[in-house]
């Protein structure tokens, strides 16, 4: 885990909410996995407020991107950073995807779940997956159109995609869901599921799972103060052989095996 104030490089904006940012460090990039994020805060914010948590969305030589959809004061002051201004950056940090290479990857992205999934296809692309007959699949839905995000780059990392939005305005009128329902339904490949996006969705995504007796990883958001284990902000419940229990997704997350949550809490 790296500490580093460094100098943003680029910043563009997505449309009216979200921008893609990136800042360079060999450190870091070298030592990201997909799923695994990093706590992060303007130097300029003067006030003792916390930095916040964002996923790794893209490491390209020792290029870091981050995604970030604006929600608060936090994610607002981050947007409106300006190339040179420096970000204060401490990770990576959690516990990303475990990629089992002998089954298909199936990504399933809602909203802002893609920025993690991108760091993830990009991954499998560059290890070969596609060529190897076991081409990754994305499942990407939101409400609208405007909340697709990051489509071209995961065609071009060779994901064949299949999307839903809710109004319609983008691939299938529906959930996400429904696409990866129907999938499941017509394969029998030997498939594992990686998910990032909505509780809801994770929700339905694992019982999807459970149903077709396939291996599922969710990537879980939380709030979190410290984003290391010492708050038990973001702690949630787990399943334990012992009884029930908790986990921090901070540390032990964001990406759990879907059957370890409890969902229903
Ligand atoms: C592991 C992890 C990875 C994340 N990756 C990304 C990412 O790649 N891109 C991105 O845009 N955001 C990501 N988030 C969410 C991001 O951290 C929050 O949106 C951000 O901290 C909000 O800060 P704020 O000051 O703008 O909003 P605040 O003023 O703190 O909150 C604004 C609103 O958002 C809600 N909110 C804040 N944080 C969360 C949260 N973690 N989960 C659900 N609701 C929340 C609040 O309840 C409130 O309603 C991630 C969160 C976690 C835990
Ligand atoms: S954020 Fe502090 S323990 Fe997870």
């Not at 990093?38 to 020792?62: D, F, N, T, Y």
């Not at 936090?74 to 475990?98: A, C, N």
């Not at 229990?245 to 997350?253: H, I, R, S, T």
Request: hydrophobic residues 40%; positive net charge; proline residues 6%.
């Amino acid at each position: 885990m790296f500490f580093q104030e460094l100098p943003l490089k680029k910043i563009e904006m997505m449309g009216p909410e979200v921008c893609r940012l990136g800042f360079a460090s060999r450190e870091i990039a070298g030592k990201a996995r997909p799923g695994q994020f990093l706590m992060i805060k303007p130097q300029a914010w003067a006030e003792p407020l916390l930095p916040r948590p964002i996923s790794i969305h893209r490491v390209q030589g020792g290029m870091v991107e981050l995604l970030v959809r604006v929600v608060g004061e936090g994610t607002r002051r981050i947007s409106s950073m300006r190339p040179g201004e420096i970000l204060e950056v401490k990770g990576p940090l959690g516990r990303g995807f475990q990629v089992d290479p002998q089954k298909v990857p199936l990504l399933v992205a809602g909203g802002m779940g893609a920025a993690p999934l991108l760091f993830l296809a990009e991954k499998l692309s560059r290890s070969g997956a596609r060529k190897k007959n076991r081409a990754p699949v994305l499942f990407i839905g939101g409400r609208t159109k405007k909340e697709i995000l990051a489509l071209k780059e995961f065609r071009q990392a060779g994901l064949k995609v299949l999307a839903a939005t809710e109004d319609g305005s983008f691939g299938e009128r529906g959930l996400v869901t429904d696409r990866l329902r129907d999938y499941l339904e017509a394969q029998s490949a030997e498939s594992a599921l990686y998910a990032c996006g909505p509780v809801g969705m994770l929700k339905a995504v694992a019982a999807l799972a459970l149903k077709e007796g396939l291996p599922c990883q969710v990537s879980l958001e939380e709030r979190m103060a410290c984003g290391m284990g010492a708050c038990l902000g973001c702690a949630v419940a787990r399943k334990q052989e012992e009884g029930p229990g908790y986990a921090k997704v901070c540390q032990d997350g964001p990406v759990f095996e879907a059957g370890e949550i409890v969902w229903d809490e």
